[in-house]
């Protein structure tokens, strides 16, 4: 794979998330010129705890940020979606979805029983559907 192929790899992975340069830049521990050098190919020999955090940072694998797979370990949802999401939301919950999506069947449901234990609390009692108090 070439380091354009890494590049390329790594600013498409990000779009598809709908992050900016900044908000991975402050995931992996960088500033956002240097997330800037990798998507153009500027900066190709990264460190492994870099090569590392950007993978987590880009719910992916280090193997296929480095070419070593052709696989995307990781399902990813369309970036329409998350910017949806993130905007009616937050990021949180454009982050929940991705790692939802992850999850098998089983553990999916481990996750929607476990939110639904969580609004029964009566903290969430007053509030209405979209976590907003009502007026």
């Known amino acids: 794979m070439s380091d354009s192929d890494m590049a390329k790899r790594i600013k498409e992975l990000r779009l598809s998330l709908g992050l900016t340069l900044e908000e ?12 800037r050098k990798w998507e153009t190919g500027i900066i190709a020999n990264m460190k492994r705890d870099k090569i590392a955090a950007l993978a987590k940072a880009l719910h992916t694998s280090p193997g ?5 797979t052709d696989e995307q370990e990781y399902s990813h949802v ?21 790692l939802y999506v992850q999850l098998d069947e089983i553990d999916q449901g ?21 976590g907003a108090s009502p007026a």
Request: net charge positive; proline share 2%; hydrophobic share 35%.
């Open 24 to 35: 991975v830049a402050n995931e992996v521990g960088v500033g956002k010129s240097t997330v």
């Open 64 to 68: 296929y940020l480095m070419g070593w």
């Open 110 to 130: 481990k996750i929607t029983e476990r939110m639904t234990v969580l609004l029964e609390d009566e903290k969430y009692s007053s509030k209405t559907k979209n």
């Open 78 to 98: 369309p970036k329409s979606i998350c910017e949806q999401i993130k905007a009616e939301y937050g990021k949180n919950a454009a982050t929940a979805l991705i």
